[in-house]
Nanobody
Framework: QVQLVESGGGLVQAGDSLRLSCAAS????????MGWFRQAPGKEREFVAA????????YYADSVKGRFTISRDNAIRTVYLQMNSLKPEDTAVYYC?????????????????WGPGTQVTVST
């Protein structure tokens, strides 16, 4: 089992920045690829970003490419999502997730464990 807890969400204005954190406990964190997803009201959960277990490879949704950066620190079992130039359409609950599989990082089906989520609201 892997337990995940997100933090860092909040209410910001368009153009601001936020950094989300996801702290992991349980099984060996460095064995898992990590992803960030988000879900807005009335919409399906969508992929935002992912990072391989080593941190060498990262993946981004087109909608956040160039604005968001995913990173991880295996020593403290934490993954981050730095979000810059936030837009109102970034408003959603953000979830981190852990995957023991190799590849398929954009699909929710790839991930074994999920955090409870943290709300990000971007006002105009």
């Amino acid at each position: 089992q892997v337990q995940l807890v997100e933090s860092g969400g909040g209410l910001v204005q368009a153009g601001d920045s936020l950094r989300l954190s996801c702290a992991a406990s349980g099984r060996t964190f460095s064995n898992y690829a990590m992803g960030w997803f988000r879900q807005a009201p009335g919409k399906e959960r969508e992929f935002v970003a992912a990072i391989t277990w080593s941190g060498r490879s990262t993946y981004y949704a087109d909608s956040v490419k160039g604005r968001f950066t995913i990173s991880r620190d295996n020593a403290i079992r934490t993954v981050y999502l730095q979000m810059n130039s936030l837009k109102p359409e970034d408003t959603a609950v953000y979830y981190c997730a852990a995957s023991q599989f190799d590849g398929g990082y954009t699909s929710v089906l790839t991930y074994n464990y999920w955090g409870p989520g943290t709300q990000v609201t971007v006002s105009t």
